[in-house]
């Protein structure tokens, strides 16, 4: 194909020596070839004075030593962990590793050659980066992919229990958003992220946080361009238990399902629908102010008593009034509004009645924390499926 773009693969790395191996393979397995990788192993500086951070500065000098080892593919090992190379006290953490790996990527490619984010305990089949090209080529116009995922078990009763609760969480998340049609249905996960060159300089790139930089990241996309969640291929991260981040699956892991309740519910349906109704009004809201289920919320969150007057002001036509609103009341602000409502919710009824409402069978007695893990799986891949054939009709035409 002769307008396949180049793919640039970008993976931090943080202790992951156990995991190299499996990473090369599936690199080395891949049928697509014009890829070249980059890697930015990284720890803070002052973990070469702390004795309990021995092992992970140990762990990443051999990662270093392994990488160099490697000649099968193109690859740049950019070193923030040896000595004198590790991250300042303030600045340092995975979404410094994939700014850096991102900036030196910009250094030399052109626009239209794509960025694939990865984590190096992420695992995927042999004709994952061929989809990857493939539909960017087709699609001439796309700025991103959010990829498909899927966690496999560990075969420790309580993590997988815990894993499964979170992956449960995330994909009624999205299957909500995408039968309401939002354009923020997506998921965000470093390990399953890839963009264009171009699309990430017009966004503004990505900013670096403790965690979730990924989301904002996928957000500015969605904002400057067209994001696709549909791909051929599936990543599969590893479901790890991890305190490096405040949120995302790490940090989920490590709690348990009852535990989780309080950071990742299950809002109502009734609730989706809300932001539907929301969005729906946004062409009426230009000629004139009218109730939304969501101004309240958005009075007191943006701290203002007229959200739609300053945007009528600077937007002249109604096409460009109801981007800026879809703007304005974004994948942030869509989930702290059902967070806001969840209050008055219950995590169980709420997953219970979604369900019913998609036709899912729940065992007798349902619940988190003693439904058998093998039934929990079942319910998992049920909702993998609904959610891929939600993804695949939200894809571009040219798949």
Not at 37 to 43: E, K
Not at 190 to 209: E, N
Not at 375 to 387: A, G, H, P, T, Y
Request: aromatic share 12%; glycine share 6%; hydrophobic share 35%.
């Amino acid at each position: 194909m002769s307008n396949t773009p180049n793919l640039h693969i970008a993976i931090p790395l943080m202790d992951e020596l156990e995991n190299l191996p499996a990473l090369v393979e599936c690199l080395q397995k891949q049928t697509f070839h014009n890829f070249d990788v980059y890697v930015c192993v990284n720890q803070p500086e002052s973990w070469w004075g702390d004795e309990t951070k021995q092992q992970i500065c140990t762990n990443n000098a051999d990662s270093i030593a392994f990488l160099q080892t490697v000649d099968t593919f193109p690859l740049k090992i950019i070193d923030r962990s040896s000595r004198g190379h590790g991250w300042p006290t303030k600045r340092h953490g995975v979404g410094y590793a994939r700014k850096e790996l991102f900036d030196t990527i910009l250094k030399t490619a052109a626009d239209n050659e794509i960025i694939v984010s990865l984590d190096g305990d992420t695992a995927f089949g042999k004709d994952y980066l061929a989809s990857i090209a493939g539909q960017f080529a087709h699609n001439p116009h796309l700025s991103a992919i959010a990829v498909p995922y899927y966690h496999p078990l560990s075969g420790n009763a309580t993590t997988d229990r815990s894993l499964l609760r979170y992956e449960i969480y995330m994909r009624h998340y999205l299957i909500n958003m995408l039968q309401i049609g939002n354009p923020y249905a997506f998921t965000a996960l470093g390990s399953a992220m890839a963009f264009t060159v171009g699309a990430y300089k017009r966004c503004g790139g990505i900013t670096p946080l403790q965690g979730g930089e990924d989301f904002y990241l996928l957000q500015k996309l969605c904002k400057t361009g067209e994001l696709s969640v549909y791909s051929t291929a599936t990543v599969f991260p590893q479901g790890r238990e991890s305190k490096r981040v405040p949120f995302g699956t790490g940090p989920a892991v490590a709690k348990s399902v009852v535990e989780q309740d309080a950071s990742y519910p299950f809002y109502a349906t009734a609730s989706f629908q809300k932001v539907r109704q929301t969005y729906n009004l946004f062409p009426a809201l230009y000629e004139k102010d009218i109730p939304t289920p969501m101004t309240e919320f958005l009075c007191k969150q943006l701290k203002t008593d007229d959200v739609w007057q300053p945007l009528r002001k600077n937007f002249k036509t109604v096409q460009l009034f109801v981007k800026a609103c879809t703007e304005r009341v974004d994948g942030l602000r869509i989930l702290q509004f059902l967070k806001s409502e969840h209050r008055h919710g219950s995590s169980n009824g709420n997953f219970a009645e979604f369900c019913t409402v998609n036709g899912i069978p729940l065992p007798e007695g349902f619940s988190f924390e003693s439904t058998d893990i093998r039934q929990l799986d079942e319910i998992r891949n049920v909702l993998f499926e609904k959610e891929m054939e939600l993804r695949k009709r939200k894809a571009p035409v040219c798949v």
